[in-house]
């Protein structure tokens, strides 16, 4: 079946890297996609790649995927205290729309 | 990039009492609608999916009587929590996407509290 898994909890530094692992179990999966949620609001695309990539960068972040053991990570450099948040791994399948998200990571930035 | 209005962002109602949460897509047009339900310190768990001009898709163990989806446009999706229960108290959040796109978009919300 289809299952999204990653660790519930970190906690870094201010100013360290933060690095946020999912793994998944659909090898179909096209779309894998981080999400950010802040208490009270509702889910902010951070950034996604596709399945045939094996990296992706974005500004701060960093997207790493190994789809041979169905591994997907993000790597947040500096990380500052506005990035406490929960983080959600979610994959797509083509033509289904149906999201899977997984249970979310709470990262805490101690300043 | 796009943006999906959910509204209230907070409601507070009495027991029996039917709410009405609207999401909306307000700069383009949202072919596919979806609705979740967030309990504290959890993952989404996905409700319903709803497709413009049709009957919504309830996930297994989702209340279709209990949960009422309309999606009469391509811009708006109501979800309706008929004779609300303190069990209902909840987060909810819609998500929206464009035709053949496979990003989603987010609203911000709606806490429910039923006393």
């Known amino acids: 079946g289809e299952d999204v898994e990653q660790s519930l909890f970190l906690s870094v530094r201010e100013g360290d890297s933060s690095v946020i692992n999912c793994t998944y179990t659909d090898s179909s999966s096209t779309y894998l996609y981080w999400y950010k949620q802040e208490p009270g609001a509702g889910l902010q695309l951070l950034t996604y790649i596709f399945s045939n990539m094996d990296m992706k960068q974005d500004q701060r972040l960093t997207v790493l995927l190994n789809k041979k053991d169905k591994h997907l990570s993000l790597r947040i450099a500096d990380t500052q205290t506005g990035d406490s948040a929960i983080y959600f791994c979610a994959e797509i399948h083509t033509g289904g729309f149906k999201t899977i998200f997984g249970a979310g990571t709470r990262l805490f930035v101690k300043a | 990039g796009a943006v999906v209005s959910q509204h209230p962002s907070w409601v507070i109602c009495k027991s029996g009492t039917s709410v009405k949460i609207e999401c909306r897509s307000l700069?383009?047009?949202?072919?596919?609608m979806f609705w979740y339900r967030q309990f504290p310190k959890q993952s989404l768990m996905l409700m319903a999916t709803s497709n413009e001009g049709s009957k919504a898709t309830y996930e297994q163990g989702v209340e279709k009587d209990k949960f009422l989806i309309n999606h009469a446009s391509l811009t708006l999706s109501t979800l309706t929590v008929t004779s609300a229960h303190p069990e209902d108290s909840s987060f909810y959040i819609c998500?929206?996407?464009?035709?053949?796109?496979?990003?989603?978009?987010f609203g911000s919300g709606t806490q429910l509290s039923v006393l």
């Open positions: 700069d383009f047009q949202a072919t596919t």
């Open positions: 998500s929206a996407s464009m035709l053949r796109a496979e990003k989603l978009f």
